[in-house]
């Protein structure tokens, strides 16, 4: 990261070289202007407009401070600042984009850092020599003491350490599906920690895990029983165990009518009229169940009643 800032101030300098200084915030620039300073960050944004300047300056600092203890972070020169609420609490979400890709973290330090808590801030006005285009410079020194970096790495690591222990937890869970809802619950969790993984490796490592969440939906299996003779009785099962599914089927039938089900301990109750029904033809309910775009596709003969 010092390399990177280093570059940035030389490359400023030369720029400056070539610019007339139209306008100031004070005199003399500050001994910070263009340099690195202990337990604090220098950072600098350019613009036609001051506030412009200002809130990108705001952003490149946020990034600044998330690359200090994100070691796994990529990114490139573009970056994205998204600042969400959710009633009182405000979050900052800072997204790289690389390849067509973006990755975002959360952390609560981010979502503190502030254009008033600079402990100072400096700008200009400059205009180029050669094209007589104008542009605001702002800077500003930004209080990073030791403990603030130690506090963020802190919460950086255990949110990492958490999202690997997501998928772990997953991993081991596939085992103990008792309802389809722990499919769905499984799938949604593991996704939660691949949006967060910024690297390769671990996002195909969770991707792995949502595949393989996934190819349970294709190992269920309907089962039934006739308890009356209007009334059957259906559930899932998943390699002989029957497992809980509040998803309530449809039902088609060609010639009973009134058909309607309803949920029982985790089992679905189909009942029906088959009234308009003649003995001798092949009379059936289709129960098709869909999950998570799975469908499953189930026949109830209704012929005999026994």
């Given at each position: 990261m010092?390399?990177?800032?280093?570059?940035?101030?030389?490359?400023?300098t030369?720029?400056?070289?070539?610019?007339?200084i139209?306008?100031r915030?004070?005199?003399?620039?500050?001994?910070?202007?263009g340099?690195?300073?202990?337990?604090?960050?220098?950072?600098?944004?350019?613009?036609k407009?001051l506030?412009?300047a200002?809130q990108k300056?705001?952003?490149?600092?946020k990034?600044?401070?998330?690359?200090?203890?994100?070691?796994n972070?990529?990114?490139s020169t573009e970056?994205?600042?998204?600042?969400?609420?959710?009633g009182?609490?405000?979050e900052?979400n800072?997204?790289f984009?690389q390849?067509?890709?973006t990755r975002a973290?959360?952390l609560?330090?981010?979502?503190?850092?502030?254009?008033?808590k600079?402990?100072?801030?400096?700008?200009?006005?400059?205009?180029?020599?050669?094209?007589?285009?104008?542009?605001?410079?702002?800077?500003m020194?930004?209080p990073?003491p030791?403990?603030?970096?130690?506090?963020?790495?802190s919460q950086?690591e255990?949110?990492?350490q958490?999202?690997?222990?997501t998928?772990?937890?997953?991993?081991k869970?596939?085992?103990?599906i008792e309802?389809?809802?722990?499919?769905e619950?499984?799938?949604?969790?593991?996704?939660e920690?691949?949006?967060?993984?910024?690297?390769?490796?671990?996002k195909?490592w969770?991707?792995?895990?949502?595949?393989?969440?996934?190819?349970?939906?294709?190992?269920?299996v309907?089962e039934?029983k006739?308890?009356?003779?209007?009334?059957y009785?259906c559930?899932?099962?998943l390699?002989?165990?029957?497992?809980?599914?509040a998803?309530?089927p449809?039902?088609?039938?060609?010639?009973?009518?009134?058909?309607h089900?309803?949920?029982?301990d985790g089992?679905v109750?189909?009942?029906f009229d088959?009234?308009d029904?003649?003995?001798?033809?092949?009379?059936?309910?289709?129960?098709?169940?869909?999950?998570?775009?799975?469908?499953?596709k189930?026949?109830l003969n209704?012929?005999n009643?026994?």
């Amino acid at each position: 990261m010092k390399g990177l800032f280093f570059l940035i101030v030389l490359m400023a300098t030369q720029c400056v070289n070539a610019q007339t200084i139209l306008d100031r915030s004070q005199k003399k620039r500050p001994e910070w202007y263009g340099r690195t300073m202990t337990d604090y960050m220098v950072v600098s944004a350019v613009d036609k407009d001051l506030e412009t300047a200002k809130q990108k300056a705001l952003t490149s600092l946020k990034v600044q401070i998330l690359q200090s203890v994100a070691q796994n972070v990529e990114y490139s020169t573009e970056t994205i600042v998204e600042q969400l609420t959710h009633g009182q609490q405000v979050e900052s979400n800072i997204s790289f984009r690389q390849e067509g890709s973006t990755r975002a973290v959360s952390l609560p330090y981010i979502s503190g850092v502030a254009l008033s808590k600079a402990t100072e801030s400096y700008w200009e006005l400059q205009e180029d020599k050669a094209t007589h285009e104008r542009q605001y410079v702002f800077s500003m020194l930004y209080p990073y003491p030791q403990s603030d970096y130690q506090k963020l790495k802190s919460q950086f690591e255990e949110l990492d350490q958490k999202m690997e222990e997501t998928v772990r937890t997953a991993e081991k869970d596939i085992q103990k599906i008792e309802a389809v809802k722990d499919i769905e619950d499984g799938i949604n969790k593991l996704k939660e920690a691949q949006d967060y993984f910024f690297d390769k490796r671990r996002k195909d490592w969770a991707q792995q895990a949502i595949n393989s969440y996934k190819r349970i939906y294709s190992q269920l299996v309907v089962e039934s029983k006739r308890i009356g003779p209007r009334e059957y009785r259906c559930w899932l099962t998943l390699e002989g165990r029957k497992i809980g599914c509040a998803t309530m089927p449809k039902l088609k039938s060609e010639c009973a009518s009134n058909l309607h089900c309803a949920s029982r301990d985790g089992e679905v109750v189909i009942t029906f009229d088959d009234s308009d029904c003649i003995d001798d033809e092949p009379n059936t309910i289709l129960v098709v169940f869909t999950l998570n775009q799975r469908v499953i596709k189930y026949k109830l003969n209704i012929n005999n009643p026994t």
